[in-house]
């Protein structure tokens, strides 16, 4: 048994043996080998650890740059002001906007010529009264009378005027009838000219002067008057052409045919959109804004909701606030302030009807951009310039196919722009994105993550270069 062991032991030292003195032999050949895989699995590790370089530049094909609608422009330095933004609304002018048309007299309504919606213009016909008014005959009655009355004192008067020269009659009766003639006639410039602002017209005053009465008086609409407070700025050509189209279109109809209507009452009322108000609303807080740009004549930026300018004229107006209510609201607590806006309208027919569109309606929203602040020598971009990687914010210069991702400084940004300090990380006259600034970077990161840079090229030898 133990003879068994020694013999056991004595074969595993042979092989132990044998083993090395092999590997002592053929050491020249494994050695080697050993040594570069190791060094391979060195370098291997050493390049794992190696900090990865941020890509700054990315390649765009032309197509790639019409999918993405892409837009660049050159950059200057400019001023810019910083504004605050504040809502508003379209908002009928008070005493100018809307016009009631009232009963001259007590009448009954015999003919309607214009319902809600259509357009009338000054001096067309609106409505036919047949007159039941005791009044209004009573007043031809005696317009009449005064002019009978003046006619036959003048023919009085001709008649002993030579008698009172040659002394047969004594000159005071010529004076006393020249004094009733004068006094006729100022009976008669009284009745006529009440009777005028009971709608007659002068043919029919003359008439009534000549015996025939008037049964009905026809009401039309009324003449275009000028205004004489500040309104906005427009051209001259455009004020010109405003003044030929002047329309009231009706906008509430206050009375039925057959109808007796009183003395004053509401027969219709009528609007001319022409000239608007933006009613600005803005909390107390802001009110040192708003009086500095109303003091200064800054002017305002205004956004107009749902509006569709490539439909209209372009608008030549300056927009500032005229003035600024001194009354706080209990509910919401702003208070108003008023910027005048003159309209843009046009016309169309229709089954020989006139209609009027307006391009702004009362009701209809704005935002205002009030001026606060003046930021000179600064960079402005739109917001869909910039891209912002946490703290860090980017825009692209444009370089050909090239677009180099570029470290700015964020001053300040609004819902339109985005402001960016001139502080030598943009060169001014260069071409920078517009917008895309988004997709832009997710491209370029799709491009390092395949690892082929944006930023070399392959000439026709085959060799490899840096984008020049």
Do not use: C
Request: aromatic content about 8%.
């Amino acid at each position: 048994m133990q003879l068994t062991k020694l013999l056991r032991y004595a074969v595993v030292a042979i092989v132990v043996l044998a083993i090395g003195a092999g590997a002592y032999m053929t050491q020249d050949q494994w050695v080697p080998l050993v040594a570069g895989g190791s060094s391979d699995e060195d370098s291997e590790h050493a390049e794992a650890e190696a900090p990865i370089e941020e890509p700054k530049m990315l390649k765009l094909s032309e197509s790639a740059r019409k999918n993405l609608n892409l837009v660049a422009k050159p950059i200057r330095s400019q001023t810019y002001w910083r504004t605050i933004p504040i809502p508003g609304i379209i908002a009928d002018r008070p005493g100018e906007t809307d016009r009631g048309i009232t009963s001259p007299a007590v009448g009954i309504v015999t003919e309607i010529f214009a319902y809600p919606g259509q357009t009338v213009r000054p001096g067309e016909k609106l409505f036919t009264l047949t007159l039941s008014s005791e009044y209004l005959q009573n007043t031809q009655k005696e317009l009449f009378k005064a002019t009978k009355e003046k006619e036959l004192v003048q023919e009085e008067i001709e008649r002993l005027r030579p008698l009172a020269q040659s002394g047969a009659i004594s000159g005071s009766r010529i004076i006393d009838l020249e004094s009733n003639k004068r006094r006729q006639e100022a009976l008669i410039q009284s009745h006529r000219q009440d009777l005028l602002a009971r709608g007659l017209t002068l043919e029919q005053v003359d008439q009534v002067t000549q015996g025939e009465f008037v049964p009905t008086v026809t009401i039309t609409a009324p003449p275009a008057e000028q205004v004489t407070h500040p309104v906005a700025s427009v051209d001259d050509s455009e004020r010109a052409s405003s003044n030929n189209m002047i329309a009231y279109e009706v906008q509430g109809l206050e009375t039925d045919l057959g109808q007796q209507v009183q003395a004053g009452q509401l027969l219709a009322t009528l609007s001319n959109h022409r000239n608007l108000y933006i009613e600005g609303h803005a909390f107390k807080r802001e009110a040192p804004f708003l009086e500095d740009a109303a003091q200064n004549d800054w002017p305002i930026t205004v956004e107009f909701a749902e509006d569709h300018p490539e439909h209209w004229p372009e608008m030549k107006q300056a927009f500032t606030i005229q003035y600024l209510s001194n009354a706080v609201d209990a509910d919401s607590r702003t208070f108003d302030f008023y910027i005048p806006l003159t309209n843009q309208s046009r016309f169309y027919e229709k089954n020989d009807e006139t209609f009027v569109v307006w391009r702004f309606r009362p009701g209809q929203r704005v935002r205002l951009h009030v001026p606060v602040e003046q930021m000179q020598d600064v960079m402005v971009v739109p917001r869909a310039a910039v891209v912002r990687e946490g703290p860090e914010a980017f825009v692209f210069q444009q370089n050909g196919d090239l677009f180099n991702r570029v470290p700015v400084q964020v001053l300040h940004e609004d819902r339109l722009n985005v402001i960016l300090a001139d502080d030598g990380s943009i060169t001014p006259g260069l071409y920078f994105a517009q917008n895309a600034a988004a997709s832009l970077n997710r491209v370029l990161k799709a491009q390092a993550a395949s690892g082929m840079r944006a930023d070399v090229h392959v000439h026709a030898d085959g060799t490899v270069h840096a984008s020049h």
